[in-house]
């Protein structure tokens, strides 16, 4: 296995890379929508609650081709791999997610983005394919030695404004956070698996053709409805429903531990054990929590419920050599939370790996 750190917009610079590669990662994740800082901190919940995760820019350069190109040198420059993409950007598939007018074109665009991250040389995207995305986290003293981290305490669920999907913003205009008077209508399960079904049948001969995986996330958190849209994968078992909508090699899991461990009825070990073997896994999101939905925070990546060594046993077991990451974690109190934190993740699963790979 290979030891990753997925790095959002912000921290997509030499400095952050040289940190990831003298803390033993050779493999990044670049997460490109979103706004995650606050006073030189990553955090793990929005800036402004109302307005999710800011807005949705569709003109960044950094979807282009040569934007591309561009961050897979810069990442190679540092010595590291840049292994996957994580998440079309709100602004260029909105309608594709709410089936709306420009749902064509906006197709389109995400067919020229998969061409473009393959000539790019960049073996995986990944995606979350959900209208009401990751929103209700609170942030409070939930981990390990009163340490800030995120959790999801069942609150009340509003309706989405117009000019919003996946917790961003798209359409300005529009959008009246506070009292909208236009709201995203109902989705219902049959018609969140239509679109999906569209999404992938024609998307999925692109990714085939430019060598790249479409690594779906589970949905996080794994409610079976969210804010009044339907979800895909709130349960581990649903993913053999997305296979068989699209039996590809190019058709994987974005396999979130954590959001897997969060859901009710889920067995993370059996989930992880069988979707391994059957080689689906793209690549690993290492995250531990304590709770299920609707009540669980998340924890230190050795101090929740779920025992991540046994996890990377299991895959160790069936022959899993891709990336892992520790997707987000608790922050450590001292001058610099995240780069304290991260170390700390890293230096876990660096070491546990080791261990596994060498029985």
């Given at each position: 296995m290979?030891l990753g ?6 921290l997509l610079n030499p400095e952050?890379?040289r940190?990831?590669?003298q803390?033993g990662?050779?493999h990044?994740?670049?997460?490109l ?5 606050r006073?030189?901190?990553?955090i793990i919940?929005s800036?402004?609650?109302?307005y ?10 950094m979807?282009?081709?040569e934007?591309l190109r561009?961050l897979k040198?810069?990442v190679n420059s540092e ?6 993409l994580?998440?079309?950007a709100p602004?260029?598939?909105?309608d ?9 074109e906006?197709m389109?665009h995400?067919k020229?983005?998969v ?5 790019a040389?960049?073996?995986t995207?990944?995606?979350?394919f ?7 986290r609170?942030e409070?003293p ?7 981290s995120?959790g999801?305490?069942s ?9 919003m999907?996946?917790?961003?913003v798209?359409?300005?205009e529009?959008f009246e956070?506070?009292t909208?008077?236009?709201t995203v209508?109902?989705?219902?399960a049959e018609e969140?698996w239509?679109?999906?079904?569209g ?5 999925m001969p692109?990714a085939e053709e ?6 779906l996330?589970?949905d ?8 009044g849209a339907?979800?895909l ?6 993913y053999q429903?997305?296979y068989?909508?699209a039996?590809?090699p190019?058709?994987?899991?974005e396999?979130c531990v ?6 009710v009825?889920?067995d ?12 689906r896994?793209?690549y690993?999101h290492?995250r531990?929590v304590r709770?299920?939905?609707p009540?669980y ?6 101090d929740?419920?779920t ?7 299991v895959l160790?077991r069936n022959?899993?050599g891709?990336?892992v990451i520790p997707?987000?974690t ?5 001058a610099a ?5 991260m ?7 660096r ?6 790979e060498?029985?």
């Amino acid at each position: 296995m290979k030891l990753g750190l997925g790095l959002y917009r912000q921290l997509l610079n030499p400095e952050t890379l040289r940190f990831a590669r003298q803390a033993g990662v050779t493999h990044i994740v670049a997460h490109l929508p979103g706004h995650f800082v606050r006073e030189g901190s990553k955090i793990i919940t929005s800036d402004q609650a109302a307005y999710g995760f800011g807005v949705s820019d569709a003109a960044d350069p950094m979807w282009t081709a040569e934007g591309l190109r561009d961050l897979k040198a810069l990442v190679n420059s540092e010595g590291l791999e840049l292994e996957a993409l994580e998440n079309f950007a709100p602004a260029h598939w909105y309608d594709v997610l709410l089936d709306g007018p420009r749902r064509g074109e906006q197709m389109a665009h995400l067919k020229r983005i998969v061409r473009d991250v393959g000539r790019a040389g960049i073996r995986t995207m990944g995606y979350n394919f959900s209208i009401a995305g990751v929103w209700g986290r609170t942030e409070g003293p939930f981990a390990r030695g009163g340490a800030r981290s995120v959790g999801f305490e069942s609150p009340a669920q509003t309706p989405i404004p117009a000019g919003m999907v996946w917790n961003m913003v798209y359409d300005l205009e529009r959008f009246e956070p506070d009292t909208p008077t236009e709201t995203v209508e109902t989705v219902s399960a049959e018609e969140i698996w239509r679109r999906f079904a569209g999404f992938l049948q024609e998307l999925m001969p692109v990714a085939e053709e430019a060598g790249v995986k479409l690594a779906l996330h589970p949905d996080d958190p794994p409610l079976p409805i969210l804010r009044g849209a339907a979800r895909l994968v709130y349960h581990p078992d649903f993913y053999q429903r997305v296979y068989e909508l699209a039996p590809s090699p190019m058709n994987a899991i974005e396999l979130c531990v954590g959001t897997v461990s969060e859901m009710v009825g889920a067995d993370v070990y059996e989930a992880v054990d069988r979707y391994s073997q059957a080689g689906r896994i793209a690549y690993v999101h290492l995250r531990n929590v304590r709770g299920k939905v609707p009540h669980y925070h998340e924890a230190f990546i050795d101090d929740g419920d779920t025992d991540m060594l046994r996890v990377l046993q299991v895959l160790h077991r069936n022959g899993f050599g891709g990336v892992v990451i520790p997707d987000h974690t608790p922050l450590l109190e001292c001058a610099a939370p995240w780069h304290a934190s991260m170390a700390h993740a890293l230096g876990w699963i660096r070491a546990a790996i080791t261990a596994v790979e060498r029985g």
